[in-house]
């Protein structure tokens, strides 16, 4: 069995940086890609930035130029760094992993995290 496992959520004031992680663990051949989601309350859930294994990125306009996504592929890990965050930026953020090979299973899985609160407020 997959499982996403975040960290690094909390409490920011305005401006300040905050550095999320998610670790995917199980009997895992391949992942294609990971991301991370949010949720504000009263909103649909949006993708904030997704990664390739091959290093091709995506963000929200919303969050372009101040945060970013790396990956590292030998740890099934993605990471998530915010800068200059904004009181719009609060939101539950969760971990997605796309197109999941593992033992078990003849097709491919996606999976999610439980999600981390990010709340920015001074």
């Known amino acids: 069995q997959v499982q996403l496992v975040e960290s690094g959520g909390g409490l920011v004031q305005p401006g300040g940086s905050l550095r999320l992680s998610c670790a995917a663990s199980?009997?895992?051949?391949?992942?294609?890609?990971m991301g991370w989601y949010r949720q504000a309350p009263g909103k649909q859930r949006e993708l904030v930035a997704d990664?390739?294994?091959?290093?091709?990125?995506k963000l929200a306009d919303s969050v372009k130029g101040r945060f970013t996504i790396s990956r590292d592929n030998a740890k099934n890990t993605v990471y998530l760094q915010m800068n200059m965050l904004k009181p719009e930026d609060t939101a539950v953020y969760y971990c997605?992993?796309?197109?999941?090979?593992?033992?078990?299973?003849?097709?491919?899985?996606?999976?999610w995290g439980q999600g981390t609160q990010v709340t920015v407020s001074s």
């Open positions: 997605n992993a796309d197109h999941v090979r593992s033992s078990g299973y003849l097709s491919p899985h996606n999976y």
């Open positions: 199980g009997s895992i051949f391949s992942i294609n890609a």
């Open positions: 990664i390739t294994s091959g290093g091709s990125t």
